[in-house]
Nanobody, 113 residues
Framework: VQLTESGGGLVQPGGSLRLSCAAS????????MSWYRQAPGNERELVAG????????NYADSVKGRFTISRDNAKNTVYLQMNSLKPEDTAVYYC???????WGQGTQVTVSS
């Protein structure tokens, strides 16, 4: 059972990134998934979640209207589209399989000019 994030990097304020989380070793379509982030000195916080079929999503207030979580169950992948990025979005972003408390290794997102 494994989660592997990708797509992080350095972007200027106002820019966009799309994170991907590839899942393996379990029946992906049966499980809700989430994205979390952790900035230096801060606790890990929930960014967004999506139900198993993708019909229900939820977001942290700080990212509503800017971030979009989605999934492709045929590709066993969950995505996080991040637009209008701000310096305060800088963090390591993790995907999580909620029901098994399984985390990926994380991908760094840095928003800076």
């Amino acid at each position: 059972v494994q989660l592997t994030e990708s797509g992080g990097g350095l972007v200027q304020p106002g820019g966009s990134l799309r994170l991907s989380c590839a899942a393996s070793g379990f029946t992906f379509r049966r499980y809700a998934m989430s994205w979390y982030r952790q900035a230096p000195g801060n606790e890990r916080e929930l960014v967004a979640g999506i139900s198993s079929a993708g019909g229900s999503t939820n977001y942290a207030d700080s990212v509503k209207g800017r971030f979009t979580i989605s999934r492709d169950n045929a590709k066993n992948t969950v995505y996080l589209q991040m637009n209008s990025l701000k310096p305060e979005d800088t963090a390591v972003y993790y995907c999580k399989l909620d029901q098994m408390n399984l985390w990926g290794q994380g991908t760094q997102v840095t928003v800076s000019s």
